[in-house]
T-cell receptor, first 110, second 110 residues
Framework: RKEVEQDPGPFNVPEGATVAFNCTYSNSASQSFFWYRQDCRKEPKLLMS???SGNEDGRFTAQLNRASQYISLLIRDSKLSDSATYLC???????????FGAGTQVVVTP | NAGVTQTPKFQVLKTGQSMTLQCAQD?????MYWYRQDPGMGLRLIYYSASEGTTDKGEVPNGYNVSRLNKREFSLRLESAAPSQTSVYFC?????????FGQGTRLTVV
């Protein structure tokens, strides 16, 4: 089993709609969780951290469920510019050795 | 703001040739990483360096060597390139577990 698993998609989303997807992780001792965004053939960039209480950044909401070992990302009022691959990232240990999922592709259509 | 700088951006090698991928960061980060990204596989950690003078193997270290020359620089060497090493390579550095990536090196081994 992979340490971090994501549905590869693509999630085809009409502009203005809401899309949500999850990421599961296998190591129950994982400490930190993040969503990164990667545009085609570009480097990944931090989208947002995921806190235990859940957090929101504009149209983006991230949730953490430690009991079931998954994190989620919800995008409201999708924009064409939200089309990208979203990478789930988990901090495996105290040295900050980040473990990446394979990514979920989101395609927002007009 | 240079951030993380990788060179070269593109490279074609013949099987058996050697080369070194260079990476430098100007953010005074302790941790540095080398990842490879293949279609459908996400980012896989090759080597990790928690600080100057220390390196640890990641998920896929075979066929690679690294050198943490100083706090700024972390190089990745392919001693005898193989077609299986055709990939996109990303260098990253981090502080407080947020990672910043270079623009990537697209390597093709023929």
């Amino acid at each position: 089993r992979k340490e971090v698993e994501q549905d590869p998609g693509p999630f085809n989303v009409p502009e203005g709609a809401t899309v949500a997807f999850n990421c599961t992780y296998s190591n129950s001792a994982s400490q930190s969780f993040f969503w990164y965004r990667q545009d085609c053939r570009k480097e990944p960039k931090l989208l947002m951290s995921v806190y235990s209480s859940g957090n929101e950044d504009g149209r983006f909401t991230a949730q953490l469920n430690r009991a079931s070992q998954y994190i989620s990302l919800l995008i409201r009022d999708s924009k064409l510019s939200d089309s990208a691959t979203y990478l789930c990232v988990v901090n495996k240990d105290s040295w900050g050795k980040l473990q990446f999922g394979a990514g979920t592709q989101v395609v927002v259509t007009p | 703001n240079a951030g993380v700088t990788q060179t070269p951006k593109f490279q074609v090698l013949k099987t058996g040739q050697s080369m070194t991928l260079q990476c430098a960061q100007d953010m005074n980060h302790n941790s540095m990483y080398w990842y490879r990204q293949d279609p459908g596989m996400g980012l896989r950690l090759i080597y990790y360096s928690a600080s100057e003078g220390t390196t640890d193997k990641g998920e896929v270290p075979n066929g690679y060597n690294v050198s943490r020359l100083n706090k700024r620089e972390f190089s990745l060497r392919l001693e005898s390139a193989a077609p299986s090493q055709t990939s996109v390579y990303f260098c990253a550095s981090s502080i407080n577990t947020e990672a910043f990536f270079g623009q990537g090196t697209r390597l093709t081994v023929v």
